[in-house]
């Protein structure tokens, strides 16, 4: 693996192919969130939106994607 990039998608693989729900399924999510990046954090969106309203996994998603956003750098702030 040369790359975040390529990390995060084998853990997006083995999302898909861990059982709906399952324990393998949730440390996937939780792992794309620590690899972090642009790639991880719409993925991470994308199974947010595709998972049961309230789930486990909906919730492993919400503490994803807010450690997949620790990566990022603030902006600066403008000045006049």
């Known amino acids: ?3 975040r990039d390529d990390i995060v998608t084998t853990l997006h693989q083995i999302f898909l192919s861990a059982g709906t ?3 393998k399924q949730i440390e996937a999510v939780r792992a794309l969130g620590r690899a972090g ?3 991880a954090g719409a993925l991470l969106s994308l ?3 595709d998972a049961f309203s309230g789930s486990t996994l909906q919730m492993a998603c ?3 994607l807010g450690e997949a956003a620790r990566g990022y750098r ?3 702030p403008a000045t006049e």
């Open 21 to 23: 729900g399952s324990a």
């Open 1 to 3: 693996m040369d790359c």
């Open 62 to 64: 919400i503490g994803a």
């Open 37 to 39: 990046g642009p790639k």
């Open 47 to 49: 199974i947010y939106r």
């Open 74 to 76: 603030q902006p600066l």
